[in-house]
């Protein structure tokens, strides 16, 4: 490995960079906002709010 050579260094560290940006989504991360508002992965309760469909069958609602 040519470890003296600065342009081993400098694609070394781009690299790092690819591979931060295409590992950051797959990584999963708490932040104060969440990322999609309808996911149901968010546990913020003041801000999320349940809404159930109606299921029908033949136009005639199914309890």
Known sequence: ????????????LFALVALGFVARPLLPMKSRQPRCGGC????????????????TLDGKRIS
Do not use: C, G, H, Y
């Not at 309760?45 to 349940?50: I, K």
């Open 40 to 55: 149901p992965s968010n546990k913020n309760e003041d801000t999320a709010q349940e809404k159930r469909a109606s299921l």
């Open 1 to 12: 490995m040519p470890i003296d050579d600065w342009q081993f260094w400098l694609v070394s």
